[in-house]
């Protein structure tokens, strides 16, 4: 069955260490991924995209993610956690022909002092 | 400015109410979307609409009705409110649709006593 999953319901980092957050697709053909983050009370904001090409993209608030075939995977990396990135970050594929987003179930990210 | 915007925040009521949740966008997209937001925290498309038409149409109970009287509004009619309809409701709108970003309004959570 085609799913979106996100391992790690929470994760708690102390402030300054460094992030990553797991997301396995199973679709066929490699999809158009996505990172988006949602701060309590707010909606979904993008973070960041991958479509094809460099497998390593570049998002806002200094996130990034690494697109990796071979594993089905597209973790999103922070070098230096800040206190305001605590939120839930959900990962989101869609298909290539396809018109809809399949979104995982989201990690809740708490940022220690 | 509000790019996405919903009302109500927030709407409680008795089971078997009619409530109505409406969506305005001002930022010239032609694609609007609804998404569910359960309490896991899952996010499930409901329906979209591209320029008034109809795209998408999930499979949710009838009681559920989305109106587009122009392209900058999707609203969301539900009938004879059921308990399991608590959840948070997102819209969200995107330039020409997938796979362009969706920009999300900040949700209505609904709760159905």
């Known amino acids: 069955a085609q799913s979106v999953t996100q391992p790690d319901i929470h994760i708690t980092v102390s402030e300054g260490a460094s992030l990553e957050l797991r997301c396995n697709y199973s679709y066929g053909a490699t999809p158009y991924l996505f990172w988006y983050v949602q701060s309590p009370g707010q909606g979904l904001q993008l973070l960041l995209k991958y479509f094809s090409g460099d497998t390593l993209v570049q998002g806002i608030k200094g996130f990034e993610a690494e697109f990796k075939r071979s594993q089905s995977s597209f973790n999103l990396r922070k070098p230096s956690v800040h206190w305001s990135d605590a939120a839930e970050y959900f990962c989101a594929v869609l298909p290539h022909n396809f018109n809809k987003f399949y979104f995982g179930s989201g990690t809740k990210l708490n940022v220690k002092p | 400015d509000t790019a996405v915007s919903q009302t109500p925040k927030y709407l409680v009521t008795q089971m078997g109410n009619d409530k109505s949740i409406k969506c305005e966008q001002n930022l010239g997209h032609d694609t609007m979307y609804w998404y569910k937001q359960d309490s896991k925290k899952f996010l499930k498309i409901m329906f979209s609409?591209?320029?008034?038409?109809?795209?998408i149409n999930e499979t949710v109970p009838n009681r559920f009705s989305p109106k587009s009287p122009d392209k900058a509004h999707l609203n969301l009619h539900i009938n004879s409110l059921e308990l399991g309809d608590s959840a948070v409701y997102f819209c969200?709108?995107?330039?020409?649709?997938?796979?362009?970003?969706?920009?999300f309004g900040p949700g209505t959570r609904l709760t159905v006593l």
């Open positions: 609409y591209n320029n008034k038409e109809l795209i």
């Open positions: 969200a709108s995107s330039p020409r649709g997938p796979p362009d970003t969706q920009y």
